[in-house]
């Protein structure tokens, strides 16, 4: 079964620094990438997906992604963080199962950003 | 507006008694799916259903039950719960995938319910 992987588990960052999250996947065929995530206290929405083309995604709020294939990873990066960007942030990866994709998501992971 | 509404939004209850919770769409979305949260886990899939009348297991079905009798509904039932059932419980829904007979794996999530067992 696929398994997805976010290595940083908490992140405390002061206002402007830069941000990297890890994500890493185990499913070795076409895969459909997410990162959603999830404010204090709502439900979790869409940051950005990846499904083909351009292996480098824009999100909302200023996010970004790459897909890198050889490393069965997709990061998510920002260049400079603000303090409403405190949130949990969640990677997942589509795992194909007769002709359904069923999302499977990574642990999580909680942002502090502070002012 | 149109979206994913879930209800009750909390719920407590007692280990044993038997807990329902809703979830409605209003998007016609193909796809629907019931994950709970919890710490250190993150999310963790107990039930799909890709139509009315077509449900899955997922990761951690064991003590739950869905139903999907029409397309807009999908209640998750807790037989007899437990203790390790209390959890947030957020239910999401799919389109189907224009180009291919699935779905494109992007959720759209409801608020979620916290529910507790004593």
């Known amino acids: 079964a696929q398994s997805v992987s976010q290595h940083n588990h908490h992140v405390i960052l002061s206002e402007a620094a830069s941000l990297e999250l890890g994500c890493n996947y185990s499913y070795g065929g076409t895969v459909n990438l997410f990162w959603y995530v999830q404010y204090p206290g709502q439900h979790l929405q869409l940051l950005l997906k990846?499904?083909?083309?351009?292996?480098l995604v824009k999100g909302i709020k200023g996010f970004e992604a790459e897909f890198i294939k050889s490393k069965f990873s997709f990061n998510l990066r920002k260049p400079s963080v603000q303090w409403s960007d405190t949130a949990e942030y969640f990677c997942?990866?589509?795992?194909?199962?007769?002709?359904?994709?069923?999302?499977?998501f990574g642990r999580g992971t909680s942002l502090i950003v502070h002012p | 507006d149109a979206g994913i509404t879930q209800s009750p939004r909390y719920k407590i209850t007692e280990t044993g008694r038997q807990v329902t919770l809703m979830c409605h769409q209003t998007?016609?979305?193909?796809?629907m799916f019931w994950y709970r949260q919890d710490l250190g886990h993150g999310l963790r899939l107990i039930y799909y259903?890709?139509?009315?009348?077509?449900?899955d297991k997922g990761e951690v079905p064991d003590g739950y039950v869905v139903s999907r009798s029409k397309t807009e509904n999908f209640p998750l039932t807790l037989e007899s719960a437990t203790r390790s059932q209390t959890s947030v419980y957020f239910c999401?829904?799919?389109?189907?995938?224009?180009?291919?007979?699935?779905?494109?794996?992007?959720?759209?999530f409801g608020e979620g319910s916290r529910l507790t067992v004593l």
């Open positions: 990846y499904f083909s083309g351009d292996p």
């Open positions: 997942a990866v589509n795992e194909g199962r007769g002709g359904s994709y069923i999302p499977t």
């Open positions: 998007w016609s979305h193909s796809y």
């Open positions: 259903s890709a139509a009315a009348d077509i449900t």
């Open positions: 999401a829904s799919s389109h189907r995938d224009a180009g291919t007979s699935g779905n494109t794996g992007e959720l759209f």
